[in-house]
């Protein structure tokens, strides 16, 4: 078996990504600040880490409007579910032949 380490994806290792990117596996579409209040970022902090997300076409950026409000939501993408989900899968491997 390869070593695990090596499946790890660097774009996750940052523990706002890794918030944005579970909370977008269990919600079909999450807003900004939605995102914002759960993490527990600023916007600026935030709107960096969502930009490389999309960058890395593991998100889908949808811009809207509620009423006269701008309303950005957030979905992952099938790319984005796999890659996290081999992240996902390599942690726990790592963590199992540790244990």
């Known amino acids: 078996m390869k070593n695990p380490i090596e499946h790890l994806n660097k774009v996750f290792d940052s ?3 890794l918030g944005i990117m579970s909370a977008l596996m269990i919600n079909a579409e999450v807003n900004f600040n939605e995102l914002k209040e759960l993490i527990e970022v600023t916007d600026g902090n935030l709107a960096t ?3 490389t997300l999309e960058e890395n076409n593991y998100i889908k950026v949808q811009k809207g409007f509620v ?3 701008t309303n950005t ?9 796999k890659a996290f989900k081999l ?3 390599a942690l726990e491997k790592m963590i199992k032949s540790i244990s």
């Open 49 to 51: 880490h969502l930009k």
């Open 15 to 17: 523990r706002i990504r």
């Open 67 to 69: 009423g006269r409000k």
């Open 73 to 81: 939501t957030y979905s992952v993408t099938k790319a984005g579910e």
């Open 87 to 89: 992240h996902l899968e």
